[in-house]
């Protein structure tokens, strides 16, 4: 399956934006989703999954703000970002993943992986 992920920009603290990644090739219903994001200097880490059933996993510090969500139909799946702050500044991934959803907070597991698009947020 191939990731391609849209969206990002720049934004003002306390601000919104929403993130895509659009899926081609695979079946795309049998893939459990991530969002990842790897901000400068930092390692990657995890933001928000999704499951086949729907199940949704989100990172402590987006708990709250961000939501993720798919649509098999359009084999999308986004991430809908609320109250950001300057600390969420960061290259955003989307992932797809076969692994079980316990798995899902690691980027190891994750076999296809999006080329990123990048969110700032200014204070």
């Known amino acids: 399956v191939q990731l391609q992920a849209s969206g990002g920009g720049l934004v003002q603290a306390g601000g919104s934006l929403r993130i895509s990644c659009a899926a081609s090739g695979g079946t795309f219903r049998n893939y459990n989703m991530g969002w990842f994001r790897q901000a400068p200097g930092k390692e990657r880490e995890f933001v928000a999954g999704v499951t086949r059933s729907l199940g949704k996993l989100y990172a402590e510090d987006v708990k709250g703000r961000f939501t993720i969500s798919r649509d098999n139909g359009k084999k999308t799946v986004d991430l809908q970002m609320n109250s950001l702050k300057p600390e969420d500044t960061a290259v955003y991934f989307c992932?797809?993943?076969?692994?079980?959803?316990?798995?899902?907070?690691?980027?190891?597991?994750?076999?296809?992986w999006g080329q990123g698009t990048l969110v700032t947020v200014s204070s």
């Open positions: 992932a797809a993943t076969s692994s079980v959803q316990t798995a899902m907070r690691t980027s190891d597991n994750y076999g296809y």
